[in-house]
């Protein structure tokens, strides 16, 4: 295993590569979590996340035969544009699989990084089988995204400088996919400071790394099913399991509804952008049972499309109850929508949209379905207005749910 120098020297090497990124303090989720929240901001890197430090790295330690035979990835996104990065800086030719609906902004980028892309699976192991395939028939030299010790030497260089910045850290919560990131924190964390407690945490729809803790050995998921698509593996790495077992304290999981609340605190108090499978580290915050403690959220990536931030912007109001959508059942007779607009309009709750359609209700001669969207200010505002139209014989049904 690596050993603390092994991290030193890594850092070392990619002094001139990497943006040493500054902590961030957070306010509002050290109120959530009860603790003292720092954000660690990997998705201001110069490819948008933390990938770079582990591909520059190992690339930049093979030999020129190995260089020279040209090199193939698989990824979902940000290690390809971490290989197509170094390999452009290194004079070395990269070819990266990617699964077939990996957002357009991470396909592009790593085009312009001057990588070919090969899109092929639906999930990332489908592109890594494809990626192996290629290695095989052309002789390329293969670059893991996370199971190679290379590889975890950069990414913990993000350790080191968490803890030059802020030498008390009692806990680091990490974004957990394929484990090389968890790998490399946890390891330079505790071979720097072994009291430092490493928390990592997994999608609920992709938790392969509590599988293979679980078996007692590394396993395939049957299914992985998460918007966190940077952390969609259906199994870990079995050196990262080496390192997990070894170094991480604990594991978390979290919801979709979690990362887009998440998502949408983030971007509101913040003015911070990041990708799904970098919420995991933000979401996770909630799980802690510890209080009162310095907390690093490492916030791996921020290479996210525009048409996915509006999504996550939308859901996520649904998820904090800030949008509210209802039916109601009203007499079919005159003034009734008046009624419920003037009752609104005291909860100062604002109408974003309304359907009042008489043909939607079989019993139309007795009643007529009003369905409403309106902004809320949170759960108990929509419980106050809940209330409001029992109290005035209205029973509200509730059509969109935070899942919580």
Do not use: C
């Amino acid at each position: 295993m690596l050993k603390l120098y092994d991290f030193i020297e890594a850092r070392e090497r990619l002094g001139t590569v990497i943006t040493k990124t500054k902590l961030i303090h957070s306010t509002v989720f050290s109120n959530e979590s009860g603790n003292d929240v720092y954000i660690k901001p990997e998705n201001l890197q110069v490819t948008g996340s933390f990938k770079i430090r582990g591909a520059y790295n190992k690339i930049s330690k093979l030999t020129n035969e190995q260089k020279d035979k040209g090199l193939i990835a698989s990824s979902a996104g940000n290690h390809a544009q971490g290989v197509a990065f170094a390999a452009q800086k290194l004079g070395v030719k990269a070819t990266i699989v990617m699964p077939k609906y990996t957002p357009l902004i991470k396909v592009e980028a790593t085009r312009q990084y001057g990588a070919d892309v090969v899109l092929y699976g639906e999930v990332y192991d489908e592109a890594f089988q494809k990626a192996k395939e290629l290695e095989k028939e052309y002789g390329y030299t293969f670059i893991h995204p996370f199971d190679d010790e290379d590889v975890i030497e950069g990414q913990g260089t993000i350790a080191l400088e968490v803890l030059e910045e802020l030498p008390d850290t009692d806990i680091m919560i990490v974004p957990l996919g394929g484990g090389g990131l968890v790998s490399g924190v946890a390891a330079a964390a505790k071979l720097k400071n072994p009291k430092i407690k490493i928390i990592g945490v997994e999608p609920e729809g992709a938790a392969s790394a509590i599988a293979a803790l679980k078996e007692g050995q590394v396993t395939t998921l049957k299914e992985s099913s998460t918007i966190a698509d940077g952390a969609a593996v259906k199994r870990i790495g079995d050196i990262s399991f080496q390192y997990i077992k070894e170094y991480v304290d604990e594991i978390v999981t979290v919801s979709d509804y979690e990362l887009m609340e998440a998502f949408l605190l983030l971007v509101e108090k913040h003015k911070i952008i990041a990708e799904n499978a970098a919420m995991l580290s933000v979401a996770g915050l909630k799980k802690l049972k510890e209080k009162n403690k310095k907390v690093v959220s490492i916030l791996s990536g921020g290479n996210i499309d525009v048409l996915t931030i509006s999504s996550m912007i939308n859901k996520g109001l649904v998820t904090r109850g800030r949008i509210f959508t209802f039916s109601v059942q009203l007499p079919d007779k005159p003034g009734q929508l008046l009624k419920v607009s003037e009752t609104l309009s005291s909860l100062n709750a604002n109408v974003i949209k309304l359907d009042h359609n008489q043909f939607k209700n079989l019993d139309r001669f007795h009643e007529v379905e009003l369905q409403v969207t309106v902004e809320t200010n949170g759960e108990d505002h929509i419980k106050m207005i809940t209330e409001t139209f029992a109290n005035e014989g209205y029973k509200v049904i509730r059509l969109n749910t935070s899942g919580i």
